[in-house]
Structures are given as structure tokens and as C-alpha cells.
């Protein structure tokens, strides 16, 4: 979700869902939503140029990107199932969610040298991740273009946040039961909110200890800019 603190936008909100890989994957293959054109029917064949790291990511693992001409290109190279659930819900536009979802442009491959050539602060990143001569990335709306001051919240929707037999199931059952995906059906896995000419920035540690009970201040803070015991 992100929300412009600037007086001019106050009143403009976007979503952008963040559904779990378990959610993602069911969508995929609902029998719902059978795909219908081969895999690469909606590649971009030219990748964007002049590609900066998106400043205002505020959790998950992918590299974000982003274009002077309002697109987020996120890092869909070790998600097969963030590929498919854009592709297969791009082929069925009167599914219902596609009003919580941000437009989707295709998908893209640039090899790792371009991208550094781009945008050499994502080098570092790379490194972390041997072996890699070339990245996949889905290009979607960047719901914050244009905002001056943009606020954001990641949340983390479902109870189950795993894939029935992943490698990390365990992990993300842990984690499931040990915050608020438990008890209220999702969480927190990161914020910042402009507040007093400043930001405040929670990272995902700080957003797993939030509690059931805090939730709701948390929340009304978001969306109406004051601060909450706690946060």
C-alpha cells in the first residue's frame, strides 16, 4: 500500500498486493485460470533503459528497479511462481483482483553486465548471488510515481505463507505461527511513514514483534499520518 503525505495528494492510495508464494502458486493453477498462450507471448523484447534501484522498497529479497517512466521492475529470477501468477492473471482481466493489482506490463530478460552497466549499484548485489549471467524481471506500475513524500507498507496476506513441500516450508511456518499471519491473517513486513519532516522506518524484525493488539493503532497511523504507542 502506499499513500503521498504531501498536503496536495494526501487523499491519493494505491495498493499493490503482496500475496504469498503459496497464494500465488494456487492462483496460477486454479483451474480458474487456465493459460492460454505460450510463455512468452507478453516478453518485452527491448529492456528498459536507464534503470535505477527503487528507493523506496521497503522489504523482500528481490532487486526493485525502476524507470523514469513510472514502471517496477522487480526480480522475478529464483520466483517462478511471481512470473506466473502476473502472465496468467494478465490473460484473465475481469478476474476480481486485479483491482488491488498494479498494471502489468510483461517481463524481461537483461544480462547481468547491461544491468551493472545501468545501474552499478545493484553489483554489489549480484555478488551475492553467483552465477547468475542473466536476470528475468516482471515489469509492473510503479504505484509511487509522482508521489513527493510516498508512505508504504508491505503486507504479507494468508495464515499459510508456504508451499506445501518447499525447501523453507519449516522457516515459514515459524514465522506464521510467531506473528499476526497466525491470529489475524496476515502481517507486517515493512513500513515507512513520513511524519514530522522525516521518515520513520520499520524494517521486518521490527514488524514480526507488532501484536494483535497493537495492530489497529499501527494501522490508523498509516493511513492517517499520526503516531501511534509503540511504532
Known sequence: TAIDSAPRRSSAVSFCAGHSDALKESLASS???????????????????????????????HIMLTTSDGRLCKDASRSQQELRFYTTMHQHPSHP?????????????????????????????????????SLRFVALQDVTHGMARPCLVDVKMGRQQHTPGAHNSESKMRKSRETTSATLGFRLCGMQL??????????????????KEQMQAILEAFFGHQSPGGL
Open 97 to 133: 483482483l486485479h483491482e488491488f493489482l498494479p498494471k502489468y506490463y510483461g517481463h524481461f530478460l537483461i544480462s547481468a553486465c547491461d544491468l551493472v552497466q545501468q545501474c552499478p549499484r545493484v553489483k554489489e548485489v549480484l555478488q551475492r548471488r553467483p552465477g547468475h549471467s
Open 31 to 61: 483451474s480458474v485460470l487456465r493459460r492460454g498462450k505460450g510463455p512468452n507471448y507478453d516478453l518485452i523484447r527491448c529492456p528498459p533503459s536507464r534503470l535505477q534501484l527503487f528507493g523506496n522498497q521497503v522489504a523482500g529479497r
Open 194 to 211: 513520513y511524519q514530522g519532516a522525516q521518515y520513520t522506518r520499520q524494517d521486518k524484525y521490527q514488524c514480526r514483534r507488532h501484536t
